[in-house]
T-cell receptor, first 107, second 114 residues
Framework: GQNIDQPTEMTATEGAIVQINCTYQ??????LFWYQQHAGEAPTFLSY????GLEEKGRFSSFLSRSKGYSYLLLKELQMKDSASYLC????????FGQGTELSVKP | GAGVSQSPSNKVTEKGKDVELRCDPI?????LYWYRQSLGQGLEFLIY????????KSGLPSDRFSAERTGGSVSTLTIQRTQQEDSAVYLC????????????FGPGTRLTVL
């Protein structure tokens, strides 16, 4: 079967670091995507990992371990505007999405 | 255009009516996808088109749902005899090719079936 699991919600403090985990089971794996979705808006692309390891892009980093079916998104120096839903997705062509992790950043 | 566009942005219809949702992908993108997002739920794959290949319709929830892509560009998702459970945001995405390419999403169409 195909399944993506991530925590439903997380809370963190402005300026802190937060790690959002994602585990997956998919057929025809071709990479792991992370998207950010603000309420009422379309998902926007954050990162894509196809090889094991850490990909860093500014304040955001994403990690993948294909052998463990595991990924995480790391957000540093949190800002209030980072409050959003973070979606983990995997697949081959058509993506299977997790339910999303609702992140609340508090002052 | 600069990004994926969808119309209408909002659609309210009565149960039993047919609706058509439109998607204009990013110019030059050969792959086009439809997803839907129900309240508090994750995105659910519906259908995708890649070039001239037969579409993958494996995510369509019932035969009331169908989609076309004309001229390899614009796509229309049609829902016949709408039901209240069809209420959701319908998102369209496009990518340069199929595998491994980033999918860019449009703003979505919010469908409400009364």
């Amino acid at each position: 079967g195909q399944n993506i699991d991530q925590p439903t919600e997380m809370t963190a403090t402005e300026g802190a670091i937060v790690q959002i985990n994602c585990t997956y089971q998919t057929s025809g794996f071709n990479g792991l995507f992370w998207y950010q979705q603000h309420a009422g808006e379309a998902p926007t692309f954050l990162s894509y990992n196809v090889l094991d390891g850490l990909e860093e892009k500014g304040r955001f980093s994403s990690f993948l371990s294909r052998s463990k079916g595991y990924s995480y998104l790391l957000l540093k120096e949190l800002q209030m505007k980072d409050s959003a839903s973070y979606l983990c997705a995997a697949g081959r062509g058509k993506l299977i999405f997790g339910q999303g992790t609702e992140l609340s950043v508090k002052p | 255009g600069a990004g994926v566009s969808q119309s209408p942005s909002n659609k309210v219809t009565e149960k039993g009516k047919d609706v058509e949702l439109r998607c204009d992908p990013i110019s030059g993108h050969t792959a086009l996808y439809w997803y839907r997002q129900s309240l508090g739920q994750g995105l659910e794959f519906l259908i995708y088109f890649q070039g001239n290949s037969a579409p993958d319709k494996s995510g369509l929830p019932s035969d009331r749902f169908s989609a076309e892509r004309t001229g390899g560009s614009v796509s229309t998702l049609t829902i016949q005899r709408t039901q209240q459970e069809d209420s959701a945001v319908y998102l369209c995405a496009s990518s340069l090719a199929l595998e491994g390419d980033t999918q860019y999403f449009g703003p979505g169409t919010r469908l409400t079936v009364l």
